[in-house]
């Protein structure tokens, strides 16, 4: 990792705005933070160098167990937007459409969709000073566009909230619209499956098949969902639809992404069982229907969430086995349960 992007990383651990841009609560714990990134930092430069090598100066990486090992263990921030793009496919689909993210730009717009947009611009990331008006350059500008071609690109979504928040991620880390776009795409369409249409039935069945792998894996939370009738979509949509945004760290939310565009969906139910099975005995203490709701708001807070290396490491062996065969098997049962119930 060149000197210049290690004391850039290792300074904002004591600066009101972290180095994305977001401002820190007024209760931030710095003090156990820069315990945390001392420690992450030395984790983080020897990855760098491990990256590096792997890449060794050209941009294609192949599909195999070597890169599945080096992304769960994280992909330093210099490369973190090459990657995303190769392994999502979405640089592949760039490279086959030069300047259709340009075009969708130029050709005629949806008024009504416009102007969803436009109402969202302010509430997306108040909390971060890239996105304010003051800014220079204000990301809102390249926020807008991104969202305004993938309403056009994808006439069956349009726009939804919660795409707002994915795609700011996405321009944090690549800095470039065209890519953001793309990486969009390569999530709304191809690795969550119809969470963002108008039914949202691939985001409910998704929740739904959660509650299947609590009653499988943590029973006992299962058990104390049902008995006090506090449906799944209650506690964790927001994990769904914003995947993690505004729920876990910024450096978690990257870590998490980093498997997602790599093994697809299947990453989220890891992530929400971890934090389940890891928070069992604290959910169980709850009595009530607000009690549960809230557990469940405390659980994606503390150490435990903050130490990403550790974390990420937790959710590919704390909820055991979880192949694609099941998630899909579960996902057709919930689906028809849900198309039944109208």
Known sequence: MPAEAQNSLLAPAKKRVDPYGFERPEDFDYASYEAFFSRYLVVL????IKWSKLLKGNNSIQKSLKVKRYIRKGIPNEHRALVWMIVSGA???MEQNPGYYHRLLEGEKNAKLLEAIKTDMNRTFPDNVKFRKTADPCLQHALYNVLVAYGHHNKAVGYCQG????AGYLILITKNEEESFWLLDALIGRILPDYYSPAMLGLKTDQEVL??????KVPAVGELMERHGVMWTLVVSRWFICLFIDIL???TVLRIWDCLFYEGSKIIFRVALTLIKQNQAFILEATNFPDICDKFKQITKGTFVTECHTFMQKIFTDPGSLSMATINKLRETCREKLLSQG
């Not at 430069?45 to 760098?48: E, F």
């Not at 795409?163 to 994915?166: G, Q």
Request: hydrophobic residues 45%.
């Open 163 to 166: 795409m707002n928040f994915i």
């Open 45 to 48: 430069t020897r990855r760098a």
């Open 249 to 251: 760290p910024v450096e």
């Open 91 to 93: 640089q592949a689909n």
């Open 211 to 216: 509650g299947e792998l609590v009653k499988m």
